[in-house]
């Protein structure tokens, strides 16, 4: 099947300020062998400010809980650190048999660590329960074009697609959809707490967890039965710190507590730390977002607000749109280590465009007032328009508050709107955003595969990951259109006019393009992380 790899190595000299993995010496070799400059085997200890949700790969979609899955579960396919390729983890191979059918050899003889066999039976029973669980808080809109999966024998399994030529299916295949889990532990129609998973060692990754305190700390323990792509772990131990607050990861880095520091540190932090000796800074691509949600049923004007009228609640958007100053924010409060957003495919990837910058504001990147006001007064909206917005103060970093304080600031400077600002912590969060508890909300977005695809499928399909009530059919049926396009010609030029499309309808309102940073400590002779194209920051290359 033709493919086309969208991997980042352009998204670094397009924007250049994105941050990768901090580390003290080179990348890791290809094959999971010894670390130039330490010792393998010693233990690591990381830091992180990040939250996990839940272990269970049916009941969350964040980058903290995914970083945990990375090491504990095993994928049919996977990605080297560096790399955007899928390629063979379980499997031995894998490819499509038919426009609709994609067939996968599993190697045989795999056990889970708690010694039951690991086989087709497993990948069929993930997959099936991620779509029947269906949590608002999961995943399972990755799956959108899978019919169903078949295990015709242990070393098998046959995926079914809906639309044939898929051209990201493999890719899926390596994101938060995909962790295999143990049937014999995991429920087939409900989330698993995390407990139970621990209890069962249903561990089939290059780590196994010897102990977890959520959100406090997790000490993982080599699995030497993994045998996938990324090879045997490198460290026997590797011990996971969490932080409520940056500054004492920062410290803890600084003062060699820590080896590791991962998730997230300030701007503010990140300056200081470039002029450290003590820790080495490495800049590198990124594919982070950040952006504003509107929910069409309850932000002003919406459908099941009292004074429901689509024109006037669009009207409300367009005026933010060209409202708001990104470069300022940018500047301002992430000291350069965020980009300005005008798209809602980031810089970097074949077929990101900039229709908001054109279309809003003064049409160079920067707010215009009186066009704002004029969106609304075409409309008969009365102003000043009070704004109920929420954004979460841990999960996206201690700034998120500076960044929506400089948001409110901007749109009240304007004398169109008042704005509610509110902030509500993680794991509340989460939750309440899908339960039409706000208006008008921040997200933050890590790529889970690199393909332009996974910035528009999950946002702007009709049955999408927001939970925003937003449906375009129009759009809808281009994103369905540019997935089986094997074009590259074709499928690029069609991303294009979704952004173009979804510009006007502004279901989104994107903010900044950015950073994923991790500081290490240069007196740890030899230690090496690394975060892989597909953003997933892998503990298994760690060692020192």
């Known amino acids: 099947m033709a493919k086309n790899k969208f991997g980042l190595s352009s998204a670094i000299a397009v924007a250049g300020v994105s941050v990768l993995a901090m580390t003290a010496c080179t990348g890791p070799s290809a094959g999971g062998g010894s670390t130039e400059g330490g010792a393998s085997g010693a233990p690591v200890i990381v830091g992180t400010t990040d939250k996990t949700t839940f272990l269970d790969p049916a009941g969350s979609y964040d980058n903290g809980s995914f970083m945990v899955m990375n090491q504990i579960y095993p994928f049919v396919l996977n990605s080297m650190p560096g ?15 038919s426009p609709t059918e994609y067939t996968v050899k599993l190697k ?38 899978l019919e169903s999966v078949s295990a015709p024998d242990a070393t098998t399994v046959v995926f079914t697609l809906k639309l044939g030529n898929d051209q990201t299916f493999p890719q899926v295949l390596t994101s938060p959809a995909a962790p295999i889990v143990d049937d014999t532990v995991f429920s087939a129609d409900k989330v698993t707490d995390d407990e139970a998973i621990i209890a069962g060692k249903s561990f089939g990754g290059q780590f196994t967890i010897d102990s977890y305190k959520k959100n406090e700390l997790i000490s993982f323990k080599k699995n030497p039965a993994y045998a996938g792509l990324l090879g045997p772990a490198k460290s026997d131990m590797v011990t996971m710190k969490y932080y409520a607050d940056s500054n004492n990861l920062k410290l803890d880095v600084q003062k060699g507590g820590i080896d590791v520091a991962w998730r997230s540190l300030t701007a503010t932090d990140i300056e200081s730390l470039k002029a450290d000796k003590s820790v080495k800074v490495d800049i590198g691509p990124g594919g982070e977002i950040r952006y504003i949600v509107f929910n069409f049923d309850t932000m002003p004007f919406g459908a099941k607000t009292t004074t429901p009228d689509a024109a006037k609640s669009l009207a409300v958007r367009t005026a933010m749109a060209d409202s708001v100053d990104r470069a300022a924010i940018a500047d301002q409060v992430y000291k350069g280590t965020y980009l300005p957003l005008y798209s809602y495919v980031p810089a970097g990837f074949t077929g990101a465009i900039e229709p908001l910058k054109a279309d ?18 075409d409309a008969g909206v009365t102003t000043p328009v009070t704004l109920d917005l929420q954004y ?58 690199s393909d332009a695809d996974n910035y528009l499928t999950p946002f702007f399909s009709t049955d999408n990951f927001l939970k925003n009530h937003y449906s375009n059919p129009a759009v809808q049926s281009m994103i369905t259109e540019q997935l089986t396009m094997n074009d ?30 991790a500081v290490s400590n240069v007196k740890v002779n030899g230690t090496k992380d690394t975060l892989d194209a597909s953003f997933k920051f892998r503990l298994g290359v760690l060692s020192k």
């Open 360 to 377: 809003y504001g003064d049409g160079k990147g920067g707010p215009d007032v009186a066009k704002a006001t004029k969106a609304l007064a």
């Open 108 to 145: 045989p003889g795999m056990k889970w660590a708690n010694g039951s066999d690991l086989d087709s039976k497993d990948v069929k029973f993930s997959f099936d329960r991620q779509l029947k669980i269906n949590d608002t808080n999961g995943p399972a809109t990755l799956l959108g074009n």
């Open 83 to 97: 790399s955007a390729d899928p390629k063979p983890d379980m499997a031995v191979s894998a490819s499509f048999t």
């Open 392 to 449: 979460n103060p841990d999960h996206y970093g201690s700034s998120s508050g500076d960044e929506y304080a400089a948001i409110k600031a901007q749109l009240e400077a304007t004398n169109l709107f008042k704005v509610n600002l509110q902030s509500t912590e993680w794991v509340s969060y989460s939750k309440q955003r899908t339960a039409d508890a706000y208006p008008m909300y921040q997200l933050g977005w890590f790529p889970d595969y």
């Open 488 to 517: 590259p010609a074709k499928r690029t030029k069609m991303i294009e006019d979704i952004q173009t499309a979804e510009a006007k309808d502004l279901s989104t309102l994107p903010l900044l393009q950015g950073a994923q940073v």
